[in-house]
């Protein structure tokens, strides 16, 4: 497969210049082994178009930066094997977030955003000891959490999924991840009724229509069916409750 002539679709569009209008490019590229479209990209910024805007910093799929929509599926660009995909490769930003320009967009504000609106930090109202030693947590919880903090908040979830294309404030699968981290967590002393108070609508679990774009998407393979089940059954007995 390596040698082939690869042709690229990438979006362009600076918002910054207001002459600028969103178009297609195409650039063509040879193609080597191993080839991701990161390197590719790469490439092509470096050999034929110094002005192609991207983001990247570990080409490790750990940072979550270089989310984009390849040949229409949110992936990461460092983990996309080029020989994976036909010759012809369309590239285009993730949609929801905030274009920066060309593939680049803005993950961190929305993702800060969500982390605020869902206080995502530990509610206690116990005082740090810096002497004492750390709380002993059974294997099982320790588990959980570490499940749901694999997520590198790169956004593919969010882009594929429906509901978070037509509602701007809803949590998305990243976001209800990172409620279900919190709740399994025995430090955090919130009640299914104040969780209910920041999710139980249709912006949180109730606007999710569960036909699962987002587990298909994750690039981590974070069991994001089982999350929003689990989140969803308690705000349903806490729904029902009140
Ligand atoms: S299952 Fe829910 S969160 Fe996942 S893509 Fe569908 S609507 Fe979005
Ligand atoms: S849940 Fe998966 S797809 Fe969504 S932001 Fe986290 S790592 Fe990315
Ligand atoms: S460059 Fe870090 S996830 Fe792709």
């Not at 910093?57 to 460092?78: F, Q």
């Not at 701007?168 to 430090?187: I, K, Q, S, T």
């Not at 606007?207 to 974070?222: T, V």
Request: with cysteine; glycine share 6%; net charge neutral.
């Amino acid at each position: 497969m390596a040698n082939r002539q690869l042709t690229f679709n990438i979006f362009r569009y600076n918002p910054t210049n207001p002459k600028d209008k969103p178009h297609m490019q195409t650039y063509q590229l040879q193609e080597t082994e191993g080839m991701t479209i990161f390197v590719a990209l790469n490439m092509i910024r470096e050999e034929q178009d110094p002005s192609l805007m991207f983001d990247f910093v570990c080409r490790a799929a750990i940072c979550g930066s270089c989310g984009m929509l390849i040949n229409g599926k949110p992936r990461l660009a460092c983990r996309t094997l080029t020989k994976d995909l036909p010759p012809e490769i369309t590239l285009l930003p993730l949609p929801v977030f905030k274009l920066i320009g060309d593939l680049s967009v803005d993950t961190g504000t929305w993702f800060r955003h969500i982390s605020l609106k869902t206080e995502a930090w530990i509610h206690t109202d116990k005082e740090f000891d810096p002497r004492a030693q750390e709380e002993r947590m059974d294997n099982k919880t320790a588990y959980d959490i570490y499940e749901a903090e694999r997520c590198i908040e790169c956004g593919c979830c969010i882009a594929g999924c429906l509901t978070a294309n037509l509602r701007p404030e809803f949590l998305g699968a990243a976001g209800l991840n990172r409620v279900a981290r919190f709740m399994v967590d025995p430090r955090d002393k919130r009640s299914a009724k104040d969780y209910f108070e920041v999710i139980g609508s249709d912006e949180g679990t109730f606007g999710c229509y569960g036909l699962m774009a987002c587990e298909d998407n994750c690039p981590m393979e974070l069991p994001l069916q089982q999350q929003l089940a689990f989140v969803r059954r308690k705000m349903a007995w806490a729904g029902l409750k009140r």
